[in-house]
């Protein structure tokens, strides 16, 4: 028998391996449980619940940025010389609260859970989609090279404040923010007519927190500047 005698039996033998054919079996079968669960609304939260939660978690990110932006001096008090890192930490976990109760809201709401159909989405859309996701990342990319990982709250947090001459903060105040708002309404886009009802109410909430984390900055730096002509040097967090 030539060599590729012997290959094409060894993939035959590979190919009809029971063990294999079993595995496989049993890899699809798992991924149709997987779909059967997402593709059928979420029951087991009350819907009523969840309405209210929802705009609930949403805000207290914004709390926590403001309180720290306002009252630096309490927050290094209540975490000592943890005060950064523990502000970072807590904005990662509210950010993954926030993510984890907009899906099972969406879950609970729609009679199909949380599968769609993209089927009928046109170019236009996609296109749409792919300008205002990118910008926002872009945004949110540049703010975080120039400002830190979490943007000027370290620098307040050690008594600097914020001063950067650097795209994009030449052309626009809170371009972080900005980003924040576009990523916010750019998955939506996509399937807008299938989400559920309620859904603009909470996208154009979560796009007013953001206006009013940045004009709570506005209006504490230019308190804090009001008495001196040259900004104190950025710090960046790491």
Same mark, same amino acid.
């Given at each position: 028998?030539?060599?590729?005698?012997?290959?094409? @039996?060894?993939?035959?033998?590979?190919?009809?391996?029971?063990?294999?054919?079993?595995?496989?079996?049993?890899?699809?079968?798992?991924?149709?449980? &997987?779909? +059967?669960?997402? !593709?059928?609304?979420?029951?087991? &939260?009350?819907?009523?619940?969840?309405?209210? +939660?929802? $705009?609930?978690?949403?805000?207290? $990110? %914004?709390?926590?940025?403001?309180?720290?932006? &306002?009252?630096?001096?309490?927050?290094?008090?209540?975490?000592? *010389?943890?005060?950064? $890192?523990?502000?970072?930490?807590?904005?990662?976990?509210?950010?993954?609260?926030?993510?984890?109760?907009?899906?099972?809201?969406?879950? +609970?709401?729609?009679?199909? @859970?949380?599968?769609?159909?993209? *089927?009928?989405?046109?170019? *236009?859309?996609?296109?749409?989609?792919?300008?205002?996701?990118?910008?926002?990342?872009?945004?949110?990319?540049?703010?975080?090279?120039?400002?830190?990982?979490?943007?000027?709250?370290?620098?307040?947090?050690? @008594? #600097?404040?914020?001063?950067?001459?650097?795209?994009?903060?030449? &052309?626009?105040? %809170?371009?972080? !923010?900005?980003?924040?708002?576009?990523?916010?309404?750019?998955?939506?886009?996509?399937?807008?007519?299938?989400?559920?009802?309620? #859904?603009?109410?909470?996208?154009?909430?979560?796009?007013?927190?953001?206006?009013?984390?940045?004009?709570?900055?506005?209006?504490?730096?230019?308190?804090?500047?009001?008495?001196?002509?040259? $900004?104190?040097?950025?710090?960046?967090? %790491?």
């Amino acid at each position: 028998m030539d060599a590729s005698a012997e290959y094409v @039996g060894a993939k035959v033998n590979i190919d009809v391996n029971p063990t294999h054919s079993a595995t496989a079996s049993a890899a699809i079968d798992y991924v149709g449980i &997987i779909l +059967a669960v997402l !593709c059928k609304q979420h029951t087991a &939260i009350d819907i009523d619940i969840l309405n209210w +939660a929802v $705009p609930l978690v949403l805000t207290f $990110p %914004h709390v926590l940025y403001a309180f720290v932006w &306002i009252r630096p001096e309490l927050w290094r008090n209540l975490c000592g *010389s943890y005060s950064t $890192p523990i502000f970072a930490a807590l904005c990662i976990r509210l950010k993954f609260i926030q993510i984890v109760s907009i899906v099972f809201w969406v879950w +609970a709401s729609r009679e199909a @859970g949380l599968c769609f159909d993209l *089927s009928n989405l046109t170019l *236009s859309t996609w296109l749409c989609f792919l300008v205002i996701q990118f910008t926002g990342k872009m945004l949110i990319w540049k703010s975080y090279q120039v400002s830190g990982a979490h943007f000027f709250y370290a620098g307040r947090l050690e @008594g #600097t404040e914020r001063a950067s001459n650097a795209f994009p903060y030449t &052309i626009m105040s %809170h371009p972080e !923010c900005l980003g924040s708002v576009l990523t916010t309404w750019a998955l939506p886009i996509l399937v807008m007519s299938q989400l559920p009802q309620g #859904t603009t109410f909470l996208l154009a909430y979560a796009s007013l927190l953001s206006v009013f984390t940045a004009l709570v900055e506005d209006y504490l730096k230019t308190r804090i500047h009001h008495h001196s002509s040259e $900004p104190l040097p950025l710090k960046r967090l %790491h």
